[in-house]
Structures are given as C-alpha cells and as structure tokens.
C-alpha cells in the first residue's frame, strides 16, 4: 500500500502530528543521539561533562551559601536534587526553540514532523538527566542521607517534568519563529525564574507574599518539590503535591502542542 | 488510461510580506496597538490544477521567480497550500537537496542512519539500505570518518545513494544534477533512467529548452505564479518563447 499524502484530508494538526511522530520515531531518537555525540565530540571528558556541569554549580553554591541555611540538613544534596530539575528544564526549553530556529532550514527542503526538534530536545535532556543521577546519588550516600524505596516514585515528577518542558518548549518555540530576539528575551526570563524557585535556598526564607504566589502558581517550584520528596526527603509525596505538578505540566503540554501545531505549517513560511 | 499519482486541484500559495520589516516582539506589540501592522500579499502560486499521471515524465518550464520550485515544494509536503489542495500518492524524492541534513561532525555511516529516518524510514530498514548506500556511493572506508573530512564530490555522492537507494514513485530533478565525477554522474543518470523505465514519474526542472525536449513528453509552463499552459512539448515551448519575446 503506496502512502498517500492530502492535503485537504486533515482533521485536527494536533492530532496529525501525533500520527506523524509515531511514524518518525527512529528520527527523534537518532536526532537525540547526534545532539549526544556532536556535543562533546571534541573534548577529552567527553559526556562526563554532563555530570561534571552541575557537580560545578552545586560547589559554587553550596561554598557560597552553606553557612547561610546551615539549618538545611544535607545542603549540596538539598541543591543538587533541585538543580538537575532545573537545568532539565532550563535546556530542553532552549534547545527546542534553538534547534527549530536554527535548525530550521531543513524544513524548507524536506518535510519532517515538525515537533522533532522538540521531542529529540527532550529525549536528549531525558539522558542527561539519567547520567546525572550517578553523582546525585553518590552524594547522597556520602552525606549520609538516607536512600528509601520512594526512589521508585521518581519516574512519576520526571514523566511530569518532560511534559512541562516540552509544552512549554513548543509554545516558545512558536514564538520565537515569529519573533527572533524572544530566544534573547526568555534566557532572561529564565534567569528570574531560577530565582523565583527554592533551587538553592529553603521555601521558607521568601516573603510571605511572594512565597504565596510563588507556592501556588510556580510550576517548576511543583515539580522541584515532587522530585526533591521522593529523592532528598526521601518518602512518598501527598496527593496535595502531585496533583498541582500534574495539573501544570498536562495543561501546558496539550496547550503548546496545540499551539505550536496549528502554527507549524507556517514554519517553512518564515524561518 | 494511466492512474494518476500528483493532483493539484486550485492550489495557491502565498506569502505574506510585512511593508516594514519588524524584527522585535516590542516592535509588534506596539504597532499592534497602534493596529499599524500591514502586509503585502505576494501569490507564489495561483489557482493552479494539474494532474500528473503514473509514469509520467513532465517539464516544468517558466521563468526565475515563475513558482516551479513552490510547485515542487507542494508536492514534496514541505509547504501546504492556503488554499485548494494537493494530493499525492507514494514515495517522493527531490534530488534537488542531496544530503540536506548532513551533519559534518558525524561519520558517514551515522549520517546514512540519520537522514534515513528524516525521508521517513525506519532504523531497521536502514539496516537493510545501509550496505547497499555505501556500496553505491563507493565511498569504502571513508564512510567510518566524519563528513567534514569529505571532499565536496564525496558528500554529493553519498547524499545521492541515500536519496535513490529505493525506488521512489515520484522522483523530482534539477537540470544541474552534477554528482562527483564523470564516471559517476553516468552512474546516476543510469540509476536514474532504470528507475523510470519501472515506471517512477519524473519531474524536470529546468531552463534548458534542448533538454526538456530530448527527455519529457509533457511540460508545464508557469508564469508569476499562474499555470499558463501545459501539455505537448513543443506547444509550450512555443508559448514559452512567445512570452518571452514580448
């Protein structure tokens, strides 16, 4: 059965593009595995500096700050289960956006589904956020946390997380077709938001009034407290805290992919 | 009557040009409230109906500008038209962007795998083209080295083994189709000519007149983005030459 392509056969381009990237799957994947093995092709670490990257930050920080919240037990693993939440988020969000626009002459010439970029930007991080666990978990054992069998749980904020990263991934790719300095605009953007989410310092030092906006209407300060229970505290989270994190990361998933794939046709238009 | 594999039935496409270009997200905003933002509207393609039959070999003829590469680009899915509709059966492959998706740092092989899967294949077919694509592309061990070490020649040759490993039902070429050397650019064109003689339909782009005489049955004349006339030969090439005069 030779495939057959119409354009006027279509019902929903959300729907079609789930379609389309089942049957692109193998591309999304060697796509991953090329942002992998390009990355760090010509340096002597090589994908170690994955796991070396945030290891450097949680330093920095826990340098800078440990006698500032001494109260907070365990404090590099308190930053570093917090930081690999956020630089998943952080780089898949921009990894999408950068590889449509950039990647994107491809679509002039051929087609592919267009949510590729994304979906390999995920998977990449998805990796990365694998390998990172090695160090967060050697750390944990050498402070001396202890490690439960919530650990299983983790898949649950991780599957969250992925789907948060990519809706939102999506939608600022879309925008950032339409309007090439948003790419500019969001690293600030991100900057704010990491200081907006307790990464690196305990919830409980923010104002009052800021902390009541931030609890609520934060989603990554949701995920990063779904992750750090079943990680750092080290037991099964409450139904009060999966169900916001889900909530946030379902909307912003099936928002963005909407979104964007209304608006992908139009791609090959303009990049 | 042979089953038709291209129908365009009233497709058009157009751009839309900003007046001015506004590059910034403030820009937009503010000419947005000021409801300043207007457009130019540019018709690449217009209303244009052709049926394209199994087996076929059509010229598209016509100007720098006239729509032949937007034509393609419907067919080959990558751009949709605003309106009318495009329908198109079986595997279609422009060989006008051998290796589009090559990526230097990657090694033959591994690019081989990767813009498999961007034609829409999968990782176990590629298993299977694999030896076949190195074996046409008589790159020999080079294939293990990343591509940036290629020589240009090399880089046409392994994106054209890709591309026509399979048999494509539909296949689009540019009249420059220069591949490596001599020998191998005989190689193709004997590629090529098998594929049409089991029965792939074959779309020529091309400026050349002679060519398009020598090698289609059926042309196709744009003009501005409106088809101006198709069928024999030599009646659009007469029209063609007609226009041009004028």
Known sequence: MPMIYDSAKRINPAIDEIKEIIRYRDLVALLAKRDITTRYKRSVLGVAWTMINPLGMMLILTIAFSQLFKDVPGYPAYI??????????????????????????????????????????????????????????????????????????????????????????????????????????????????????????????LPEKIGWFITRFNPVYHLVRLFRACIYEGRFPYWNEVWPAMVFSMVILVVGWTVFSQKADEFSYRI | MKQPVIRIEHASVCYRIPKERIGTFKEYAIRLIQRKISHQVFWALQDVNLEIAEGEMVGIIGQNGAG???????????????????????????????????????????????????????????????????????????????????????????????????????????????????????????????????????????????????????????????????????????????????
């Open chain 1, 80 to 205: 570093l289960s917090g930081l690999i939440v956020w630089q998943f988020f952080s780089q898949t969000t921009t990894a999408a956006m950068v590889n449509l626009v950039w990647g994107g002459g491809l679509l002039h010439r051929i087609y592919l589904p267009r949510t590729s970029f994304a979906l390999a930007a995920i998977l990449t991080g998805l990796t990365n956020l694998l390998l990172t666990f090695i160090p967060l978990m050697i750390l944990i054992l050498i402070i001396g946390l202890p490690l439960r069998i919530s650990l299983v749980f983790v898949p649950i904020p991780i599957l969250f997380l992925a789907a948060f990263s990519l809706g939102l991934g999506l939608l600022m790719s879309t925008f950032a077709v339409y309007f090439p300095d948003v790419a500019e605009m969001y690293q600030i953007g991100l900057t704010a938001w990491m200081y907006l989410t307790p990464i690196f310092y305990p919830e409980r030092i």
């Open chain 2, 68 to 246: 032949k590469s937007t034509l393609l680009k419907l067919i080959a899915r990558v751009l949709r038209p605003k309106t009318g509709r495009v329908w198109v059966r079986g595997l279609v492959v422009p060989l006008l962007e051998l290796g589009a998706g090559f990526h230097p740092e990657l090694t033959g092989r591994e690019n081989i795998y990767l813009n498999g899967t961007m034609l829409g294949f999968t990782r176990k077919q590629m298993d299977q083209k694999c030896p076949r694509i190195i074996e046409f592309s008589e790159l020999g061990e080079f294939i293990d080295a990343p591509l940036r070490t290629y020589s240009t020649g090399m880089w046409a040759r392994l994106g054209f083994a890709l591309a026509t490993d399979t048999k494509p039902e539909i296949l689009i070429l540019d009249e420059i189709l220069s591949v490596g050397d001599e020998a191998f650019q005989r190689k193709c064109v004997e590629r090529i000519q098998k594929y049409r003689e089991q029965g792939a339909t074959t779309l020529l782009v091309s400026h050349s007149m002679v060519q398009v005489q020598e090698t289609c049955q059926r042309a196709v004349l744009l003009n501005h983005g409106h088809l101006i006339a198709a069928g024999k030969v030599r009646d659009v090439i007469k029209v063609y030459r007609k226009e041009q005069a004028s």
